[in-house]
Nanobody, 122 residues
Framework: VQLQASGGGLVQTGGSLRLSCAAGRTSSNNAVGWFRQTPGKEREFVATISWNGGATYYAESVKGRFTISRDRTKNTVYLQMNSLKPEDTAVYYC?????????????????WGQGTLVTVSS
């Protein structure tokens, strides 16, 4: 399974970005999530969406600001990020779960793509 994240960039505080994850057909029956990481810190769970898009789950730090969605016809998962803050600055990774529904545990995710850098300036 190959996962390719894109859409990162530089944005000012309060701005928006939409990340995309080309998840591939083999991930269509599995949950897909987003994690993020900054230098010197552990990978942090951001959001996840179930195989059919029926269930979503967010980290408290992004709830109400970020929205995860998926288009199964395009095998693509999106992360719409609004009201961005400097603390959202990180490399964002798209990840494929072992299961139909995902959670916040790193171990639930088998497949990791290359990340995309999001920088929020103050």
């Amino acid at each position: 399974v190959q996962l390719q994240a894109s859409g990162g960039g530089l944005v000012q505080t309060g701005g928006s970005l939409r990340l995309s994850c080309a998840a591939g057909r083999t991930s269509s029956n599995n949950a897909v999530g987003w994690f993020r990481q900054t230098p010197g810190k552990e990978r942090e769970f951001v959001a996840t969406i179930s195989w059919n898009g029926g269930a979503t789950y967010y980290a408290e730090s992004v709830k109400g600001r970020f929205t995860i969605s998926r288009d199964r016809t395009k095998n693509t998962v999106y992360l719409q990020m609004n009201s961005l803050k400097p603390e959202d600055t990180a490399v964002y990774y798209c990840v494929g779960s072992r299961y139909a529904s995902g959670g916040s545990e790193v171990g639930q995710y088998r497949y990791w793509g290359q990340g995309t850098l999001v920088t929020v300036s103050s």
